[in-house]
C-alpha cells in the first residue's frame, strides 16, 4: 500500500507521522471517507466540503483543497482496487503535550483500502449513551471516535453491524458512523441536523432524490417504525432487518427498497452529484 503523507507518497511501513501529532495525543482532528468504485471517488467535492466546515469548526485552518485532490488522485492511482474505502485524515500536527496546539503545520494523511460490498440487510442495537447535541463538537466529523468505538463493540457483542444513539433529550439522533431514517404512517422520516447528527453526504442525497423529510423523532420511533435503514459512505442505503430483539421481516421494505434503486441508479449516473 502506498501513503499520502505531507507531500509525498510512501510505502506503508514508512509512511509515518510525528508521536507528538495533536491528532494523536489528544483527537485534535477531522477525517472524511470517500467511497472510490473503480479508482474514482464518489461525492468527493461534497466530502472535501464537509472535511473543511469541520476544520473551522475545530478552528484548525482550511486544509489545501487542491493538495486534498492531489493526494487522494495519487493514492488511487497507485493502489487500483474495484471498492475502496478512502480516507482523508487532517490533524492539527506536532503539539506539544496537551490540550494546547503548536505552531507547526498541520499533518495531512490520504490512504485506501479495498472494501467489500455491504450487504443489503444488518442488524442494529440501541445503547445507553448519548449524542451531545450541544458539544463543541457536535455535527464536526472529528478523529476523537473513542464514543463510536465503543457503541460499536456493544453492537458486535450482539450480533449486529451498528449501535443507534439518542440524543440527550432523548430524540433520535445517529449511528456511530451512518444517518438513520425510519418510515411511520408510510412517511419518511431522518432526525434534523439540530439533532446533533452528522451531515451525512448519502443523508443528504436521499433528502435530495427523494420524498425524505426531517422531522423530530423520539428514540421510541425505533420500536414502532414499519422500515428503518440506515445511510452512509460504505452502507449507501441499507436495510435493517433486526433492532435489539425487535425483528422487522422482509426487510428492505418497499420504501427502503425503492429508495435503495433510486440511490444506486442516481450514483451509478454521476460520481460527483
Not at 461525492?43 to 472535501?48: E, I, T, W, Y
Not at 423530530?216 to 435503514?229: K, M
Request: hydrophobic residues 45%; negative net charge; charged residues 20%.
Amino acid at each position: 500500500m502506498r501513503i499520502w503523507v505531507n507531500g509525498r507518497l510512501a510505502d506503508a511501513a514508512e509512511a509515518t507521522v510525528s508521536v507528538l501529532d495533536h491528532g494523536m495525543t489528544v483527537g485534535d482532528g477531522v477525517f472524511e471517507t470517500v467511497k472510490a468504485v473503480d479508482g474514482r471517488p464518489f461525492a468527493l467535492r461534497r466530502h472535501l466540503d464537509r472535511l473543511e466546515r469541520s476544520a473551522r469548526g475545530l478552528g484548525l485552518p482550511s486544509p489545501d483543497r487542491a493538495e486534498v485532490e492531489a493526494a487522494c488522485a495519487a493514492v488511487l492511482e497507485a493502489n487500483p482496487v474495484a471498492l475502496g474505502r478512502l480516507r482523508i485524515t487532517y490533524t492539527g500536527g506536532v503539539a506539544p503535550l496537551g490540550s494546547d496546539r503548536g505552531d507547526a503545520p498541520t499533518t495531512l494523511v490520504v490512504a485506501v483500502g479495498a472494501t467489500p460490498r455491504r450487504p443489503d440487510t444488518a442488524a442494529v442495537v440501541t445503547v445507553p449513551w448519548t449524542r451531545n447535541e450541544h458539544g463543541a463538537t457536535a455535527g464536526l466529523k472529528t478523529t476523537s471516535y473513542a464514543e463510536n468505538v465503543v457503541a460499536l463493540a456493544r453492537a458486535h457483542e450482539y450480533g449486529a453491524s451498528e449501535a443507534v444513539l439518542a440524543n440527550t433529550v432523548g430524540r433520535l439522533c445517529e449511528g456511530t458512523g451512518s444517518n438513520v431514517f425510519v418510515v411511520v404512517g408510510g412517511r419518511l422520516l431522518t432526525p434534523p441536523l439540530t439533532s446533533g447528527c452528522l451531515a451525512g453526504v448519502t443523508r443528504a442525497l436521499v433528502l435530495q432524490w427523494t420524498d425524505a423529510e426531517e422531522a423530530d423523532l423520539p428514540y421510541s420511533v425505533l420500536e414502532e417504525a414499519e422500515e428503518v435503514f440506515l445511510t452512509g459512505t460504505l452502507r449507501d442505503v441499507q436495510a435493517i432487518s433486526r433492532i435489539d430483539q425487535r425483528e422487522l421481516p422482509g426487510a428492505p421494505g418497499p420504501v427502503t427498497a425503492k429508495v435503495m434503486e433510486i440511490f444506486a441508479d442516481r450514483a451509478a449516473a454521476d460520481l460527483e452529484p
